[in-house]
């Protein structure tokens, strides 16, 4: 429809498949019927007319009758792609000099022109398997692995799609990709992140990982961790009609992209455009998806740790890196049961986050996981893989347990967090059953040997701990019932049943055996109701089939200090069914201070065997001097076999003060030996701290010995309010009781 006639004559010029940028290309013109002068026009920028400069390409060239050849060369600024070409050929010069005007005599023809680049660009898409936190690194540092089958888009200036590739290996390198023909102008390579796979043994493409690294080959961008929106899932892949907005980096009909990086391509080839992913990192709150905690949990579960080492943490010990954008603390709200863990060596490790402190003197928790969305029946963490590591995280708010462990979780430690409290250390998070709960587990560790390791379990609906037949296990360093300063209670047994802040127990046939408590303290734990039952109090300790048990050094009543009273409700220990208990010992460090409490300082119960009291302040403050009484007796044993109160020596003295019934009663308790004890005075054994009945109240009890023989086994029994030692019997009980 270019000439008089109206019909479709764009038969007189050959033109090459496609005009390559920046290179000299042969087109041949047919001149028909009369020679003449041609010019013609290319569209290089692609704006849709034929007025810029350089897009005249020939101008008034005399033409003859036939073929002729003609050289084209592109310009490095045309647009790679599609565009138009227009003929002009008239019988007079001057007539055809411009792109368009009305002539009598010529033809004019337009042509659709494929441009293509004569550059390339390449990079590499790696996986940085050990990346630790902080700022993103290069392949060279991290010692990266190239991820093949990822796919890699590239767009233009305008955001067209310009072509599609994916990652291979190049015959020396994975991870590689190549696109070519490009012509000079500014593009934009995107990464679309659910395609990048992980290298690490047992991947199957539905783990997700998050960006950590990208470069246009000069400069590199280390601090967008988890791409441009890490709140937002990438992209799919385009679809082939979809545009990419340059400013916003979303495509037009499907969402953000996460992984883009600009690029500017000039008559140099480009290289090294790359992109580095990591599958352990967290990078926001989200229920699901890529960066988020469930994402986590299901990659370690997925992936191998051979040869995992992250930087900065334990080699071979799989640990979250949480990296959330913005001000913390941040909240994870799963709307469902997490994954359990079951991949051995996995550590869900809050204290990554930036602004997170284990310190104790400066303690900073940064991430709290809450069940209040999670539905019923739903725990926090779930355990089935061993040697996990649970750090750093305020876990509350569950249906069911904060933390739970079965015999698959065997050498579980769970250190620097709060169950039941928010990360604050006083905000109720309340679980709904138990704040950890470890039901046959082995080599458990709660705490640790450092103050810094310290957990602060409160709050909790029902026990604070509970074990049940588990074999070897360390509670050290925790507060148990009260807020994170120390100062305030908040209480375990929310329910006011007859629950404990700690509870260890198991079955006859399988008990849980070899725990020590140490360095703890246990307080603040006050419900009760015992106007529905006496027994519901909120015991310290509670032992129920619990044998070679040491309890040792721990504040079960006070203030960390040990001068103030903070109680529990019930007993501040309460063993039964339990045997082979050590409580103190015979240095000042074993030491408890078992004070305050709202019950008996320690209560023994039927089926209790061998249990050795030495070296404790009972009813007095960590001074030995304050009086802090328990609200009963210092020691009760009751229906107790084989116990020993002291050890002949200044070393193993307990000294029992203050308390409101009896220092020590024992009833209906057979073998008990009670030695070098200071019973109704403090540590000096000159101060006036009676306890409100007896000194030694002994009750219907056989072979007991109250002092002994030697001059080392004596009991220094003074000051106390009615009677120092009174035994009482029926007609066949306190047979061979013996006080010297």
């Known amino acids: 429809g270019d000439d008089s006639s109206g019909g479709d004559d764009e038969d007189g010029v050959t033109l090459p498949s496609f005009l390559t940028v920046s290179s000299s290309n042969t087109i041949s013109v047919n001149i028909q019927n009369a020679s003449g002068y041609l010019s013609a026009w290319f569209d290089w920028n692609q704006d849709g007319d034929f007025l810029d400069s350089g897009e005249k390409v020939i101008s008034d060239q005399s033409v003859v009758v036939g073929n002729q050849s003609f050289s084209i060369n592109v310009p490095s600024t045309a647009n790679s792609g599609l565009t138009f070409a227009r003929f002009r050929v008239c019988s007079s010069t001057g007539q055809c000099n411009v792109p368009s005007s009305v002539v009598s005599t010529g033809e004019v023809e337009d042509y659709v022109v494929t441009v293509k680049g004569n550059q390339s660009l390449s990079g590499v898409v790696f996986e940085d398997i050990n990346y630790g936190g902080g700022n993103g690194r290069n392949l060279g540092v991290s010692a990266g692995k190239g991820t093949n089958g990822a796919k890699v888009e590239l767009y233009n200036s305008s955001g067209a799609l310009v072509g ?16 070519t023909g490009l012509a000079a102008g500014n593009y934009y390579v995107r990464v679309v992140n659910s395609t990048v796979k992980s290298t690490r043994t047992g991947s199957n493409g539905t783990e997700r990982g998050v960006q950590t690294y990208r470069t246009d080959g000069t400069t590199d961008v280390t601090n967008e961790i988890g791409g441009r929106a890490p709140n937002l899932a990438d992209a799919g892949a385009n679809t082939g009609s979809e545009t990419l907005n340059t400013s916003t980096f979303s495509l037009s009909s499907s969402g953000t992209v996460q992984s883009v990086q600009p690029v500017t391509v000039t008559n140099l080839n480009i290289s090294g455009v790359m992109f580095g992913f990591n599958f352990d990192t967290i990078v926001n709150t989200n229920d699901s998806g890529q960066g988020s905690l469930r994402q986590f949990i299901l990659n370690s579960n997925l992936l191998g740790n051979t040869g995992l080492a992250q930087s900065g943490l334990t080699a071979g010990l799989e640990t979250s890196i949480f990296q959330i954008p913005g001000t913390g603390p941040f909240t994870i709200s799963p709307s469902s049961a997490l994954p359990a863990i079951t991949d051995s060596y996995t550590a869900v490790n809050g204290s990554t986050q930036s602004g997170s402190s284990c310190t104790a003197s400066a303690r900073t928790l940064m991430i709290a996981l809450s069940g209040t969305n999670a539905g019923a029946t739903v725990s926090g963490l779930t355990i089935n893989g061993a040697n996990a590591l649970v750090k750093g995280l305020a876990i509350g708010n569950f249906t069911d347990v904060g933390v739970s462990a079965n015999s698959a979780g065997s050498n579980l430690t769970v250190k620097c967090s709060n169950i039941g409290l928010n990360t604050d250390g006083t905000t109720a998070m309340q679980n709904g059953t138990f704040g950890i709960y470890d039901n046959a587990g082995g080599n458990l560790t709660i705490g640790g040997t450092s103050v810094d390791d310290r957990n602060i379990i409160s709050n909790n609906f029902k026990d604070g701990i509970k074990l049940n037949s588990v074999v070897t296990a360390l509670i050290q360093n925790n507060y148990v019932g009260m807020s994170a300063d120390g100062l305030t209670a908040k209480s375990n047994n929310q329910e006011a049943a007859d629950q404990a ?27 009760a109701n015992t106007a529905a039952n006496a027994n519901n109090t909120t015991k310290g300790i509670r032992l129920s089939y619990a044998n070679f048990v040491t309890i040792t050094n721990n504040k079960i009543g006070t203030t960390p200090d040990g001068m103030t009273a903070l109680a529990n409700t019930g007993y501040g220990i309460y063993t039964i069914n339990s045997t082979d208990i050590t409580i103190g010992g015979t240095t000042a460090a074993d030491r408890n201070i078992i004070s305050g409490n709202g019950q008996d300082g320690i209560n023994t119960r039927s089926g209790t065997n061998r249990i050795s009291i030495l070296g404790n302040y009972i009813g007095l403050g960590s001074d030995g001097v304050k009086a802090l009484g328990n609200a009963n007796n210092g020691i009760f044993l009751a229906d107790t076999s084989n116990a020993t109160i002291g050890n002949s020596s200044a070393s193993g003295r307990n000294i029992i003060g203050s308390n409101s019934y009896s220092g020590i009663r024992n009833s209906t308790s057979t073998g008990t030996k009670i030695t070098d004890n200071y019973v109704g005075t403090d540590v000096s054994g000159t101060l006036d701290r009676g306890n409100t009945l007896h000194g030694v109240y002994v009750n219907n009890a056989n072979d007991v010995v109250v002092g002994g023989s030697n001059a080392a086994d004596g009991n220094l029994v003074v000051y106390n309010k009615v009677i120092g030692v009174f035994t009482d019997k029926t007609a066949t009980n306190n047979t061979n009781t013996l006080i010297e």
């Open 164 to 179: 599609t590739t994916t990652t291979a290996n190049d015959g020396l390198n994975d991870g590689t990709y190549l696109f």
């Open 501 to 527: 802040g700690i509870l260890l127990t198991g079955t006859s046939s399988v008990p849980s055996k070899t725990i020590t408590v140490t360095g703890n303290v246990i307080a603040g734990n006050n419900k």
